[in-house]
């Protein structure tokens, strides 16, 4: 896929500039009945077919494993963390290489989050949520232990504290897309306020109000980076959707992000972010993408479980990203047809057998159940290493596994089938 050449799409502005685009998205098979697609994004660096996980490499690394390895599992893209980069090595040193892809040797396409999650979350130590509106709590609730500050969110930006070394940091919508030129990411996403399920309705429909406002700056920053740094490849740069679990909110965030334009430059995908309870998932991944337009791509961030992959792309999500399959594997849990099981266990000392018969991954042809629990056991590094191979193996075939049921017409089928298998042994032990 590193050969095939991105398709480049020019328009003509009233000014006549010709916007630089060498970013596409082709729609291609409808799921009946849904908002369910297949379709291709086309980046400077590459095709991504669609629906696709994308592999999170927060510092510029897949944790545990070579790049390599993560081709050859079938990733089709790397997600980076735009906070994580900014404060260690630094943006200047990603772009003097060459650009994230160029810095991490990954020739594939590339994404970028804002670094609005964590500066509003980790960098402040909250402890179990996101919360700005803090009236009703108290500071545990909101507070990590150790720490005691929380992120200051005005209407211009977020100031913040270094989880590294403490030291106080301010992104703005503008800092935001300064840094992610920078990185060099094929797709960025705008800076955007995160909300939880806590705060109020009223602060809720202010946040949206703000994060609309920054959306805004994000596409004139953007804009005006793209004509100074036309040297680089086009970088793509996707709104995010936000208002909770609330359908008007969503619908409007979600048509006022579609219509957006500045300087004659609107946003060329859209991220879904915020909180979103399980049940709801589907339900309000469908509201949003039932006003967005259908030939631009959707990214639902933060999702990997085998239910939300089929109901987020039943409601027509493109692409996901998640650290889950990765930070469990060094955790020893493995995922297989069969649900989720912990490696170390008693049974697993002599099971010369694969972690899952079916499973194509490097691991899982030549290796066993055993000597992965006795890697894990010794804390020896190629522990997580193997283990991370076939969990992100395991996410990123069932999404193309997904993909190729709507080509072929057996979504609903197989979506039962699969789920049925998963979800039959929840709660009892296995083996
Ligand atoms: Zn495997």
Redesign the pocket.
């Known amino acids: 896929m590193w050969a095939e050449l991105a398709i480049t799409a020019t328009m003509v502005v009233p000014d006549e500039r010709t916007l630089v685009t060498d970013f596409s998205f082709t729609p291609e098979v409808g799921l009946p009945g849904a908002q369910g697609r297949t379709g291709t994004i086309h980046t400077p660096h590459g095709n991504i077919k669609t629906p696709a996980f994308i592999a999170v490499g927060t510092k510029a690394t897949v944790k545990a494993v070579r790049p390599e390895d993560v081709s050859e599992l079938g990733a089709q893209a790397v997600l980076a963390n735009a906070y994580h980069l900014y404060l260690q090595p630094g943006c200047d040193i990603v772009d003097e290489a060459g650009g994230l892809g160029a810095f991490m040797n990954w020739p594939g396409p590339t994404f970028t989050d804002s670094g609005g999650f964590q500066v509003m979350s980790l960098g402040v130590g909250f402890k179990k949520v996101l919360a700005m509106d803090t009236v009703g709590l108290t500071n545990d609730d909101v507070i990590a232990e150790g720490k005691n500050r929380l992120a200051h969110v005005d209407d211009d930006g977020v100031t913040f504290t270094s989880h590294i070394d403490g030291s106080k940091h301010r992104f703005t919508p503008e800092e935001s897309m300064r840094i992610q030129h920078e990185l060099g990411a094929d797709i960025m996403f705008a800076f955007d306020e995160c909300t939880t399920l806590m705060n109020t309705r009223g602060y809720q429909e202010r946040s949206l109000e703000r994060t609309y406002a920054w959306a805004l700056r994000c596409l004139s920053a953007h804009e005006r980076l793209t004509q100074s740094r036309a040297h680089r490849p086009y970088q793509a740069l996707f709104g995010v959707v936000q208002g909770a679990q609330y359908e008007d909110l969503r619908r409007r965030a979600a048509r006022e992000l579609a219509a957006a334009e500045v300087d004659g430059r609107s946003f060329d995908g859209f991220g879904i972010g915020g909180a979103l309870e399980k049940e709801n998932l589907g339900t309000i991944v469908g509201w949003v993408n039932e006003e967005l337009p259908d030939d631009k791509p959707r990214h639902l961030l933060g999702i990997s479980e085998p239910d939300d992959f089929f109901a987020a792309i039943a409601a027509g999500a493109d692409t996901f990203d998640c650290v889950m399959p990765s930070r469990v594997a060094r955790n020893a849990a493995l995922y297989t047809p069969d649900g989720r099981f912990n490696l170390p266990r008693a049974e697993n000392r002599r099971a010369f057998r694969?972690?899952?018969e079916d499973?194509d991954?490097y691991?899982?042809a030549n290796y066993t159940r055993a000597y992965l629990f006795h890697l894990f056991k010794a804390k020896e590094m190629l522990a997580s290493t193997l283990a991370t191979i076939?969990n992100e193996?395991?996410t990123v075939r069932l999404v193309d596994d997904i993909r190729a049921s709507i080509e072929s017409g057996d979504f609903d089928a197989f979506r039962t089938e699969f789920l049925g298998r998963f979800y039959a042994s929840k709660g009892r032990p296995q083996s």
């Open positions: 694969p972690i899952d499973c991954c691991t899982c076939h193996r395991f």
